[in-house]
């Protein structure tokens, strides 16, 4: 696919600007940019809340205004933005003022998983993600049946490398076992809550799984991405192939028991479950095993017969096997200046300072970019010229 025509927004203050226009009021920022028909308004009066600022749809042909559903945790109103069209019909806003880690950011009109939005809530629907330095390693979904051991596996691998991985805490609304904690293994959700919840757009996946509801909230996977770990998802076959759809850029790998007479035993060990609970587990575990291994969804398959052989195998197909404690690596900080001009030559988005005696750059490349909304778009590779 070419790439859509890069705006070019100059001085944002001195209003239009190749198809880009900017309020001055310093309260009302807003930022105009024109794709196809539609012309999108970022900000300005339109704020939503103080927590996130907002979009607006003008579409040319009918001259009608509209809100879509914002999906995602967008930039909180600002001194100004830049914009830029940029292909996958993404739009790169750069925020000015601070906090300067929160800079680059990307609105979705258009992306595979605004597509799919729409298709499932039947409304015009844009989503926020947030610009990510450098390459953080994928987030990674583990499935399979009810007893295999991706729980053990999990906490395992959080124990030995607890700076490293973070859990995504899905809701459901079963009932808490004995030893579940609400907010820590699950977020316990009523049934009608999470139904609006949903509705509103606020899950990244979610599925009716033994008769309850399951789902991962776009917040649940953003405060692990947030705190700068690696975010592991536990969840179910149908769950993981819609996250396969969206944009979140993850590896797959299904845990396979060695046999369904050992998966029963493992189950009735842990007596968790009533025997009828635990019937509805094995009778399902078949039907997840057949799709977990041919649906193509999942990319690694690890069988656990022996946890200790399992577990290293993990590791392995994680590339951890050599590492026996990993602490998080800091990238060196990069202020992006609060006054800047904004120009793009290829896959290089370059930041000129303006105001001062001074022409130091900041040269974003955005040739490698992954993930994308709702969360984070991560590979971003930030320069700094200084004259
Ligand atoms: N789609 C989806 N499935 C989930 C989610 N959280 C948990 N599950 C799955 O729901 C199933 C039942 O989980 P749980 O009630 O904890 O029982 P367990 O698997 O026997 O420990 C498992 O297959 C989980 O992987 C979620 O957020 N979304
Ligand atoms: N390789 C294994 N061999 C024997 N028991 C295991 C193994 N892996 C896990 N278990 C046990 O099986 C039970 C189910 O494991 P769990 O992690 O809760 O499964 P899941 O999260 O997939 O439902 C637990 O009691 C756990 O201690």
Redesign the pocket.
Known sequence: MGEAPAISVDHLENGHSNGVYVKSEPKNIEISVEIGDRTFVIGGNHERNNFSIGVQIHDKNSNNWFSPIVLGTGPKPSQGYSAFVLEQGRILVIKKGPPRNESIWFLEVDSPYVREQKKLLGKEVVAWSKGVRGNAEKPIVIS??????????ISMLMKEFPSMFGFSVSHTTRSPRSMERDGFHYHFADKKVMEKEIKDGKFLEFASVHGNLYGTSIESVEMVTDSGKRCIL?IDVQGARSVRASSLDAIFIF?CPPSMKELED??R??GTETEEQIQKRLRNAEAEIKEGISSGVFGLILY????EE?YKKLKKLLGLDEVTSVNGVEIEEINLPTEHTVSKMEDKIIIQETGKETRNKIVLDISSLNGGAPGRTRGILVDAIKF
């Open positions: 399979g049946p009810s007893g295999v051991g991706k729980g053990t596996l536990d845990v493992r189950l060990a842990r656990n017969d022996n946890l399992c």
